[in-house]
């Protein structure tokens, strides 16, 4: 099915461990991005991504990396999780032209102990 | 620094009566104004969106007025219903480069039956 897709939907980790979140998605959109929810916070951008090979730094990108080796996929690792890390995780992506709006997947609820 | 406010946190309507959800902007390099509606374990969705050459913009039972002066826009909820029920974000994009969005902190909207 056409859509953009999280996985895993949850995830639990301990402090120190790596972890990565992966994005797909099936309509070659050109941008991506990667939002924290948080409550009291909204959604605040973490990192995005204009097209392969490119990203770049949004709100809040500490401690955390990105990559974008091909269109589809853009994966978002926490290199060493800390607890303040415990947050929901939702990729979206969106077409070109800069008037299509963003469309969201359903998020990784992911909690560091 | 770019923000966006979103009141109230949480709002209790009876069904059948009006939902209104306020945002305030002040940076005014914002081109466009969505709605995103979000259902528990789902990501936010576009609801409806307007630009700040337009007043007022209604689809359905949902309508969005615009304040250009103020830098305040609202979504109103005309018969609100309990599938209505979801947390709302106010979102304002950025005019320039990625185009990318600053979200409002979400008022969680519970319609009574």
């Known amino acids: 099915d056409a859509g953009i897709t999280q996985s895993p939907r949850y995830k639990i980790t301990e402090t120190g461990r790596q972890v990565t979140l992966m994005c797909h998605q099936t309509?070659?959109?050109?941008?991506m991005f990667w939002y924290r929810q948080d409550l009291g916070h909204g959604l605040r951008l973490i990192y995005y991504s204009a097209a392969a090979d490119i990203t770049d730094k949004g709100e809040v990108p500490d401690g955390y990396v990105v990559s974008r080796s091909k269109t589809e996929n853009f994966p978002l690792t926490l290199e060493s999780a800390t607890r303040s890390q415990t947050s929901v995780y939702f990729c979206a992506s969106r077409d070109s032209p800069s008037n299509q709006p963003q469309h969201f997947g359903d998020g990784t609820r992911l909690s560091i102990l | 620094q770019q923000q966006v406010k979103q009141s109230p946190q949480s709002l209790i309507v009876q069904k059948g009566g009006i939902s209104i959800i306020n945002c305030a902007y002040e940076?005014?390099?914002?081109?466009?104004f969505p709605w995103y509606q979000q259902f528990p374990g789902k990501g936010p969705a576009l609801l409806i969106a307007i630009r700040p050459d337009v007043s007022e913009k209604k689809e359905g039972r949902f309508t969005i007025s615009f304040n250009k002066s103020a830098k305040q826009f609202s979504l109103h909820i005309m018969d609100s219903q309990p599938g209505d029920s979801a947390t709302y974000f106010c979102a304002a994009r950025i005019t320039s480069g990625t185009y990318k969005y600053i979200f409002g902190t979400g008022t969680r909207l519970k319609v009574l039956a």
């Open positions: 309509w070659s959109h050109s941008y």
């Open positions: 940076n005014t390099a914002f081109d466009y």
